[in-house]
């Protein structure tokens, strides 16, 4: 594959001109694609079997189109790992697609997915203004939808709507959620299955625009790499050193001969390796522990991740519908407000908060709020930092 792409990409050709052999050794980076634009293609857009673009949450917007074999081999895992999913109590599967459509990957890969072990599908759009949270609900529960993929924060919405037009979760047929695009901590999935008894919240995939398929979804509820799609490396996030652990940056190379190579592309996101189970297939657990750029920086001055906020955040919580951080003070004597939305007082145990302040290493008071600001809900088209955590802590 690096052949390939030093000899038919013309970022990579340039590279290889300037470095010589040790172009191989080099990291990709998202600015490197930025710059790159279709320079990163080993082909040309016409060999394309579609064209995508990133959301540009995380910097300006890179051309990501795909060809048709690359297309397949990132398929063959979720449709691999849907099969004993979609037939797991025996009734016909009829799955929704929540998410968003225009230039980006999401309908069309679980739309193909779905059509390739025959199972119906509706694309729902939930943000666009033809369809609508309130539509949505009624198609979900008229059609009797088994399966829903979307964004994790959108199980959340989905029952508050439901909720507010009287609905019960008996209404509705959901076996499973499958969620994807923001961060998803275990603790966040259990506390969504209490609004929705009888229903699994499970990851659907990781990936991106630039890298597709990087883990799929298994009915177990964990994400498995694709491994026989990519070459995977651990790196320090910070100076980019092999890490010395199972937790690091997570670094592909494709494998597979396809219209877009990467060649050691640092993701940006922090991730835990664990094994890979006896059970046939040859794919590694994946932890996805947040972007790197969405760490926090706690009162002793040490980083932690995302999802170690996020997972004491909600700790033993149900029916929480949301919530947000907000550290103020000074850098040397920080303090936190956790603002949970929780309409039901039963579930507004005094216990919470006490984890992450020992996490944070600062004083932690817990506010139970009415409603929440709505950049929480932002998660999917920002990042887990933009959505849930406001940082005013003065240099002094």
Not at 27 to 50: M, R
Not at 146 to 155: I, Q
Not at 227 to 236: G, S, T
């Amino acid at each position: 594959m690096r052949a390939l792409a030093a000899r038919e990409s013309v970022f990579y050709s340039r590279r290889a001109e300037q470095l010589g052999d040790r172009w191989t050794g080099e990291f990709t980076t998202k600015a490197d694609l930025v710059e790159a634009g279709l320079d990163i293609l080993a082909g040309s857009v016409a060999e394309a079997e579609v064209y995508y673009e990133t959301t540009g949450t995380t910097g300006p917007p890179t051309p990501c189109p795909r060809g048709e074999l690359e297309v397949w081999a990132s398929n063959r895992t979720l449709i691999r790992a849907w099969t004993s999913m979609l037939a797991e109590d025996g009734r016909p599967a009829v799955v929704a697609i929540m998410g968003p459509s225009e230039l980006y990957a999401f309908g069309d890969v679980f739309g193909a997915v779905a059509r390739a072990l025959g199972v119906p599908q509706v694309k729902l759009w939930p943000d666009s203004p033809r369809v609508g949270l309130s539509k949505a609900l009624r198609i979900l529960r008229q059609l009797q939808v088994t399966h829903v993929v979307c964004a994790p924060s959108m199980v959340l919405e989905l029952a508050e709507v439901a909720s507010a037009a009287g609905l019960s979760p008996r209404d509705f047929a959901i076996k499973r959620f499958l969620v994807l695009g923001e961060l998803s901590t275990p603790e966040f999935r259990s506390n969504a299955e209490s609004f929705w008894p009888g229903a699994r919240v499970s990851p659907a995939m990781y990936g991106s625009q630039e890298a597709l398929c990087v883990a799929s979804g298994w009915p177990d509820g964990t994400l498995r790499l694709n491994e026989l799609n990519y070459h995977f490396e651990l790196v320090n996030p910070h100076d980019g050193a092999p890490a010395t652990g199972q937790v690091g940056e997570l670094v592909v190379t494709s494998l597979i001969p396809g219209l877009r190579p990467m060649n050691r592309f640092r993701t940006g996101d922090l991730v835990a390796l664990g094994t890979a189970p006896n059970d046939g297939y040859p794919g590694r657990m994946l932890t996805v522990l947040g972007r790197v750029a969405d760490q926090v920086l706690t009162g002793e001055g040490q980083r932690v991740s995302a999802y170690d906020v996020e997972r004491l955040a909600l700790q033993d919580l149900q029916g929480c519908l949301g919530y947000q951080v907000l550290v103020d003070g000074s850098h040397q004597s920080p303090a936190a407000r956790l603002r949970l939305l929780i309409p039901d007082p039963a579930n507004r145990t005094p216990e919470v908060g006490r984890a992450l302040g020992d996490l944070l290493a600062m004083p932690v008071a817990v506010e139970f709020a009415d409603s929440l600001s709505p950049r929480t809900k932002t998660g999917a088209t920002a990042s887990w930092k933009a959505a849930r955590l406001v940082d005013s802590r003065s240099a002094q």
